[in-house]
């Protein structure tokens, strides 16, 4: 029985550090000022940088890692930090494209992560699907993950870049996490169809999930976002349910009660 609880600091776009007791897990890493990127026909422009820098976060248990073939979710300096850190759990052929300690998980699969001074957490791979259907040849492979204590997914789950679809609502079956970071923004990269999740998936989500806390983050620092954090907050609102999306600010830590 644990009554550690949960910290979330969004470091900018989707680079979250999570924290309980004494584990430290960073997500898609992501660390480069502002710029613009020119990947293959597409380009890519960053609006802001982190809030936090690599020496502030300090030492890491283990990054999730969505995928690391998006500019987006790894850039430069993210894919520059990662032999620095212990193990990197992500898809298994980004983990065949990284090698060192990248670890690659496919859905639902689990393995243990043991900190320096034997706490544990369960991690598992959970499905995820990077725009509509029949987009997988284009977007590639993609997990999210669910970190369990004393149980699988009982303390985060984190969606990675995905819309909501079967796979995403079957997390929600079997799992009862205290808290899901929705990473938004619903994106628009290539045109008029979202490749991540907007408003309508954040509402499945939090209908689907009705016992947990919902944050969203990558829906800031990208210019490819077409919802903000705002217009997220102000959608629940609308919808009467403002209670159900916690709002998410950069560089300041968010405590979640945890009682296992």
């Known amino acids: 029985m644990s009554s550690t609880p949960l910290k979330l600091t969004l470091v900018?776009?989707?680079t979250v550090l999570i924290e309980f007791g004494s584990m430290r897990l960073l997500t898609d890493p992501t660390f480069d000022p502002p710029g613009r990127y020119q990947v293959n026909s597409l380009r890519f422009e960053k609006t802001s940088g982190p809030a936090l820098s690599l020496a502030e976060i300090g030492e890491l248990d283990a990054v999730l890692l969505s995928h690391d073939q998006h500019i987006d979710n790894l850039d430069s300096a993210g894919r520059a930090m990662l032999p620095s850190v212990g193990r990197t759990y992500t898809t298994p052929s980004g983990a065949s494209r990284l090698g060192g300690s990248a670890i690659g998980l496919a859905p639902w699969e689990s393995c243990t992560l043991r900190g320096a001074n034997g706490e544990t957490l369960l991690v598992t791979a959970t499905p995820a699907r990077h725009g509509p259907i029949g987009i997988e040849p284009i977007s590639g492979e993609v997990v999210g993950f669910a970190l369990g204590v004393d149980r699988p997914g009982d303390l985060i789950y984190v969606t990675g870049d995905t819309v909501w679809y079967e796979g995403t609502a079957e997390v929600a079956q079997r799992f009862s996490p205290k808290a899901v970071l929705l990473f938004a923004g619903a994106a628009e990269p290539r045109g008029r169809y979202h490749m991540t999740m907007g408003s309508?998936?954040?509402?499945?989500?939090?209908?689907?999930?009705?016992?947990a806390t919902i944050v969203a983050a990558h829906n800031e620092g990208w210019g490819h976002f077409s919802e903000s954090q705002e217009q997220l907050v102000d959608v629940f609102a609308q919808l009467r349910v403002p209670d159900r999306l916690v709002p998410f600010e950069k560089g300041k830590a968010l405590v979640i009660p945890f009682s296992g």
């Open 200 to 211: 309508e998936g954040a509402l499945e989500a939090a209908h689907a999930f009705p016992k």
């Open 12 to 14: 900018g776009g989707p």
